[in-house]
């Protein structure tokens, strides 16, 4: 069984950008994180990030083929801009879990509403990057259910 852990704009910069509301973890701690808790619970995994919609959007349509049973996704700042993100996860038909480091309820008004949240199993966010390793235990148990 295969997750697939997408990572949208700026997350890049995860451990530099914005410390006190991001953390100090980097993108490659989370996705080392990520890789070695997905193989503990049995799963094989894959990570992703691009600051690129339309890159985003063909890795999504990939995942249609390449045998990705659940998409875990931080869509950073296209949560609350992307039709189009949204249109694609819907189009593949993939199981998502929508990830935000910080909670953005607490945040500015424009991050309020998610594009994503509306086709999502479910919406983890405010947790920090724990936040990825809670999806990573939802999905091994929707997995294993099925
Ligand atoms: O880039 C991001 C990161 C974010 O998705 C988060 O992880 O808290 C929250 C978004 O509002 C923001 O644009």
């Known amino acids: 069984m295969r997750v697939l852990l ?7 910069l995860l451990g530099t950008r914005e410390p006190h509301i991001y953390g100090a973890d980097t ?18 995994s894959e990570c992703f990030q691009t600051n690129h919609e339309g890159q985003m959007i063909d890795r999504i ?4 083929l390449d045998g990705t049973a ?12 992307s039709v189009a993100l949204r249109d694609a996860l819907a189009g593949v038909a993939i ?18 509403h998610s594009y994503i949240s509306g086709i999502a199993e479910g919406v983890i966010a405010g947790l920090g990057v724990f936040g990825y390793s809670a999806a990573l235990q939802f999905v091994a148990g929707r997995l294993r259910a099925s």
């Open 6 to 12: 997408l990572n949208g704009p700026n997350l890049n």
């Open 27 to 44: 993108l490659a701690d989370v996705e080392q994180r990520f890789a070695a808790e997905a193989s503990a619970l049995g799963l094989q």
């Open 61 to 64: 349509h990939a995942a249609r």
């Open 70 to 81: 659940f998409i875990v996704i931080n869509p950073g700042g296209w949560t609350h801009t």
């Open 95 to 112: 199981p998502v879990v929508e990830v935000h480091v910080s909670n953005v309820h607490r945040r500015e008004a424009f991050r309020h």
